[in-house]
T-cell receptor, first 111, second 115 residues
């Protein structure tokens, strides 16, 4: 089984809809991250969390919110989706020392 | 401000040829440097990392990278490319400010391998 899982893997939605992307991990890491990937831009950090009570904005948090329901779960929400939020979204975890471990990604399309 | 530049958006090599992917960074101190690979439809997998010590770092799948402080570079190399190496490669810098493990990624280099 994968250490970091993301659901759904693909989602098509309409402008204005609320969307939640979910991430679960079995690595026992405290730190979790949400990134979005756009062609030619690499990965950009949306939010990160160092434990259940610690949530921090990344470089592109506008239009997004997160919830850390448990050590193993970190959800990303788009309250009112817009087309320029069409992207590939990655969740990652870390034990805080060095390496980040990535999930398989969620491809989101906003029409 | 910290940044990572991967000058080559696309690279095409023949199977069996050598490969070098370029990465330059801007960072105020000695950075932590990473190379990740993303195969089609997959998440990112760590190839190798540099924290300190020997500036030539060995990674998985036969890859290596060399940290050159004077050139602010961390280029990825492989002596003989296999068709399965076709993927997108990302260089990343880890500013570990206060223990906060936040990565800054380059835009990526997409590698195509001709048979």
């Amino acid at each position: 089984d994968a250490d970091v899982t993301q659901t759904p893997r693909n989602r098509i939605t309409k402008t204005g809809k609320r969307i939640m992307l979910e991430c679960s991990q079995t690595k026992g890491h405290d730190r979790m991250y949400w990134y979005r990937q756009d062609p030619g831009l690499g990965l950009r950090l949306i939010y990160y969390s160092f434990d259940v009570k610690d949530i921090n904005k990344g470089e592109i948090s506008d239009g997004y919110s997160v919830s850390r329901q448990a050590q193993a779960k970190f959800s990303l929400s788009l309250e009112s989706a817009i087309p320029n939020q069409t992207a590939l979204y990655f969740c990652a975890t870390s034990d805080g020392r060095d390496t980040q471990y990535f999930g398989p990604g969620t491809r989101l399309t906003v029409l | 401000a910290q940044s990572v530049t991967q000058p080559d958006i696309h690279i095409t090599v023949s199977e069996g040829a050598s490969l070098e992917l370029r990465c330059n960074y801007s960072y105020g101190a000695t950075p932590y440097l990473f190379w990740y690979v993303q195969s089609p439809g997959q998440g990112l997998q760590l190839l190798l990392k540099y924290f300190s010590g020997d500036t030539l770092v060995q990674g998985i799948k036969g890859f290596e990278a060399e940290f050159k402080r004077s050139q602010s570079s961390f280029n990825l190399r492989k002596p003989s490319v296999h068709w399965s190496d076709a993927a997108e490669y990302f260089c990343a810098v880890g500013p570990f400010s206060g223990g906060y493990n936040k990565l800054i990624f380059g835009a990526g280099t997409r590698l195509a391998v001709h048979p």
